[in-house]
């Protein structure tokens, strides 16, 4: 693990510590995971990554330590459609990019979009809380794929 990891991840424990919840060793093994996963994890993955070190862990576990990490605002819930939330350790502001074929999501960085924002406000009279934006195509592997069956 590079050192820019461990310092995120100590970040993120003192965020918890800050926020009074208490630091268990699956919610720390949950957050290590979240911080060192590119593949935008769902609660299930996560299970299955951490029932060999933590064989009394339940599904229900992950979930419930998930709701936690999302509601101290350390990590995001992605809902694109598809039947299962994605979670993204919430570190720099980025836009993803996802694969419609096969439900791939990758990390894009981007400036975020703030005029957008601005100019809805002004446009609508809203009071903008956030904005979100998803990107679609096919992924590497799925155009290999197609291109294989011609």
């Known amino acids: 693990m590079a050192v820019s990891d461990d310092h995120k991840l100590q970040e993120a424990i003192d965020t918890l510590r800050d926020s009074g919840v208490r630091i268990t060793p699956q919610r720390h093994a949950v957050l290590e995971y979240l911080l060192n996963s590119m593949i935008h994890p769902t609660a299930d993955d996560i299970y299955k990554a951490l029932e060999g070190k933590f064989p009394n862990m339940s599904v ?59 100019l809805a406000e002004q446009v609508t009279g809203f009071d903008v809380s956030h904005h979100r934006m998803e990107i679609y195509g096919k992924c590497d592997e799925c155009q290999q794929v197609e291109t294989q069956k011609h």
């Not at 720099?92 to 975020?112: A, N, R």
């Open 60 to 118: 229900a576990t992950v979930y419930n330590n998930l709701r936690v990490l999302r509601q101290i605002g350390l990590v995001r819930e992605l809902t694109y459609g598809d039947s299962s939330s994605r979670f993204d350790y919430k570190s720099s502001e980025h836009y993803h990019i996802i694969c419609e074929e096969c439900g791939k999501i990758v990390d894009f960085h981007y400036p975020t979009l703030d005029e957008v924002e601005s």
